[in-house]
């Protein structure tokens, strides 16, 4: 029976150990059905020459933002090791710097209009207002999970909370709190579901931690289309995949995240219950 390891958080969290194993079971449960064995193993720990497994998924990775240099060197050690990573890690390396973004923007793909920045300071804000033509900024470190670090700026508000060293600047989009975040889920290439995701109302955050209504969505037809622009567009093969576009300023969709790390796949919303999921996984083997 082929067998996969799911790298969990790391074994001195708390806030995650408390809630990961369920996670776990449900990523589980669609792969056990299709013969595939898992087990998990803190991604912060090396994997040693017995792991007896074929190969691994990060899906439960939490955290790795927090510890961006020991993620690069696990994913190196996996690499060394010759641990099949699902996703590869080249595409997780990438992924892992929101910089990617520029460029996906750069290989013609629609993207939430997106600056980089050392730093996030007052000058920095003011010239992405005036290079966007826009009131309201969002700043957000370059590497950052679940919305960590950042921050909502109208003119006047203090730059607290937010990123403390390299960032991204972008404009606001009412959209998220209006049609708000549509998530397309993508196994092996292959459309599987789709999500809405509303901004509670004054809010700008789509994570449920934070209030946002979640519920299964319909993909429209530019939707799919955009989301295949950015899967032919990024740099290998993907087990899986959550593209997330939000509504831009001139009306159409644009890409906020391409997920291929950790993202909440919402199996509970795939009409056939992540069976897409297990057979990519199957098929990558």
């Known amino acids: 029976m082929p067998s996969v390891i799911i790298l969990t958080p790391a074994a001195d969290n708390p806030e995650f150990n408390a809630i990961w194993p369920v996670w776990f079971e449900r990523l589980s449960a669609p792969l056990k059905a299709a013969g595939i064995e898992t087990r998990p193993h ?42 099949k990573l699902l996703n590869p890690p080249h595409v997780l390396r990438w992924n892992t710097a929101k910089t990617y973004l520029v460029e996906l923007a750069e290989a013609g793909v629609p993207v939430v209009p997106t600056l980089v920045v050392d730093r996030v300071t007052p000058e920095a804000v003011e010239a992405a207002r005036a290079h966007f033509g826009a009131e ?58 789709a999500v809405a995701k509303v901004a509670k109302a004054g809010d700008f955050r789509v994570q449920p931690q934070f209030g946002a209504a979640i519920g299964p969505a319909k993909a429209p037809a530019e939707a799919l289309g955009v989301a295949r622009a950015v899967l032919d567009a990024a740099p290998g093969p993907l087990t899986y995949a959550r593209v997330d576009l939000l509504r831009g300023r001139d009306g159409g969709l644009e890409l906020m995240e391409l997920e291929v790390i950790e993202p909440d796949l919402y199996l509970q919303h795939a009409p056939d219950g992540g069976a897409l999921f297990a057979a990519a996984v199957k098929a990558a083997l």
Do not use: C, M, N
């Open 42 to 83: 803190a991604w912060t720990e090396p994997l040693g020459a017995d792991h007896g497994a074929d190969a691994a998924l990060s899906l439960l990775s939490w955290g790795y933002h927090f510890k961006p240099d020991l993620w690069r060197e696990r994913l190196d050690g996996l690499e060394e090791s010759g641990v």
């Open 136 to 193: 309201i900024i969002v700043a957000k470190p370059q590497i950052s999970g679940g919305s960590h670090g950042t921050l909502k700026l109208s003119p006047g508000d203090a730059l607290v909370g937010g990123p403390a060293g390299a960032a991204l600047l972008q404009p606001f989009l009412p959209a998220v709190g209006e049609e708000g975040e549509i998530s397309l889920f993508y196994f092996g290439g292959e459309f599987s579901h």
